[in-house]
């Protein structure tokens, strides 16, 4: 019988939905790494399958303190994505583990899903399309329909994603401001886009778009509040996180006419409750956290998160690490 081949490591994907793993394994064979598997949907089978593994590699589960208090020889967690509101950060800095994440994923495909809803909203595709379906042929049913050139888009955070839309956007015709107070006006100015603060983007903007991740400062931020403010024309457009907006709040202002419409690709919950007053209204456009989503993106994001796994268990800084506090702790 063979010998079974020896690993210097164990990289564990807590879960992932993908065809194959063969990219991951590919870059971590480079290191001596063994890949294991896993579907896990509670901490404790995380717990069971990651206890003695030195690396992470996870999509959508929750890795808590519990779960990182657990973890007796870990030294990396690589998160699939962008966001790593679904890490305890400050738990695994404490701890000495690296935290990475894929900042340059699908930076083309949610910028073009942004403004293909921006679209569908201002044009009112997906109305006028269900009510052809239906035997009416008849354009007045979706009065008013404004030209978007020279309308106003608002940004709301001014991240990689935000500034590529707001190339797109420009290229329609259209003006651009940006709400972000981490981002300079020199910035901005640099991709022609103004800088505003919140309140006079939600007063000005034709069409405000949300690129802000999710935390503790975010959770909630339009709520019956900020949609009073906004135009009664504009339409809201959320390729972000769907609890950065108080679904019961959005409801009013869109079944009550507060704005015209909004365009979102993720909500609070996912995925979303079939009961969701949401899903009654014909100037709601709703797709199934889809944004990131080509074949190409997904396997650039296979590989880097499987490099920032190879790059610690090499000794190195990886290229995308999110907490850079925990180098005073590992040097």
Same mark, same amino acid.
């Given at each position: 019988?063979?010998?079974?081949?020896?690993?210097?490591?164990?990289?564990?994907?807590?879960?992932?939905?993908?065809?194959?793993?063969? =990219?991951?394994?590919?870059?971590?064979?480079?290191?001596?790494?063994?890949?294991?598997?896993?579907? %896990?949907?509670?901490?404790?089978?995380?717990?069971?399958?990651?206890?003695?593994?030195?690396?992470?590699?996870?999509?959508?589960?929750? *890795?808590?303190?519990?779960?990182?208090?657990?973890?007796?020889? %870990? !030294?990396?967690?690589?998160?699939?994505?962008?966001?790593?509101?679904? =890490?305890?950060?400050?738990?695994?800095?404490?701890?000495?583990? %690296?935290?990475?994440?894929?900042?340059?994923?699908?930076?083309?495909?949610?910028?073009?899903?942004?403004?293909?809803?921006?679209?569908?909203?201002?044009?009112?595709?997906?109305?006028?399309?269900?009510?052809? !379906?239906? +035997? *009416?042929?008849?354009?007045?049913?979706?009065?008013?329909?404004?030209?978007?050139?020279?309308?106003?888009?608002?940004?709301?955070?001014?991240?990689?994603?935000?500034? =590529?839309?707001?190339?797109?956007?420009?290229?329609?015709?259209?003006?651009?401001?940006?709400?972000?107070?981490?981002?300079?006006?020199?910035?901005?100015?640099?991709?022609?886009?103004?800088?505003?603060?919140?309140?006079?983007?939600?007063?000005?903007?034709?069409?405000?778009?949300?690129?802000?991740?999710?935390?503790?400062?975010?959770?909630?931020?339009?709520?019956? !509040?900020?949609?009073?403010?906004?135009?009664?024309?504009?339409?809201?457009?959320?390729?972000?996180?769907?609890?950065?907006?108080?679904?019961?709040?959005?409801?009013?202002?869109?079944?009550?006419?507060?704005?015209? +419409?909004?365009?979102?690709?993720?909500?609070?919950?996912?995925? *979303?409750?079939?009961?969701?007053?949401?899903?009654?209204?014909?100037?709601?456009?709703?797709?199934?956290?889809?944004?990131?989503?080509?074949?190409?993106?997904?396997?650039?994001?296979?590989?880097?998160?499987?490099?920032?796994?190879?790059?610690?268990?090499? +000794?190195?800084?990886?290229?995308?690490?999110?907490? !850079?506090?925990?180098?005073?702790?590992?040097?």
């Amino acid at each position: 019988m063979a010998n079974k081949k020896s690993y210097k490591f164990k990289v564990v994907i807590t879960e992932a939905e993908y065809k194959s793993f063969e =990219i991951e394994k590919e870059e971590l064979n480079e290191v001596g790494a063994e890949l294991i598997v896993g579907q %896990c949907k509670t901490e404790d089978e995380i717990i069971q399958i990651a206890k003695d593994a030195d690396g992470l590699i996870v999509q959508c589960a929750s *890795i808590t303190r519990r779960v990182i208090e657990s973890l007796k020889k %870990c !030294k990396v967690i690589a998160r699939y994505g962008i966001g790593v509101d679904s =890490i305890d950060v400050e738990a695994a800095t404490e701890h000495g583990i %690296c935290v990475v994440n894929v900042p340059e994923y699908c930076l083309d495909e949610v910028s073009d899903h942004t403004i293909a809803l921006a679209l569908a909203c201002v044009r009112k595709v997906v109305m006028l399309d269900n009510a052809v !379906k239906k +035997g *009416i042929w008849d354009f007045k049913i979706a009065e008013p329909i404004f030209r978007l050139k020279n309308r106003n888009l608002g940004l709301v955070g001014f991240g990689n994603i935000a500034r =590529i839309v707001s190339c797109k956007a420009q290229a329609f015709g259209m003006g651009v401001m940006a709400y972000d107070p981490y981002i300079s006006s020199s910035v901005m100015t640099q991709n022609n886009v103004k800088k505003v603060n919140l309140e006079d983007l939600l007063k000005e903007a034709d069409i405000i778009s949300l690129h802000l991740p999710l935390t503790k400062n975010t959770k909630y931020m339009f709520t019956e !509040k900020e949609f009073k403010l906004m135009k009664d024309t504009a339409f809201l457009v959320n390729t972000g996180r769907g609890p950065l907006i108080k679904e019961e709040d959005l409801y009013k202002a869109l079944s009550e006419r507060w704005i015209a +419409g909004a365009g979102l690709d993720v909500a609070e919950k996912e995925p *979303i409750d079939q009961n969701s007053d949401l899903l009654k209204l014909e100037n709601v456009i709703i797709t199934p956290h889809v944004a990131f989503y080509s074949e190409e993106s997904l396997k650039d994001l296979q590989r880097s998160a499987a490099k920032g796994i190879a790059q610690v268990l090499k +000794g190195e800084i990886p290229t995308s690490l999110v907490n !850079k506090e925990v180098l005073e702790k590992i040097n």
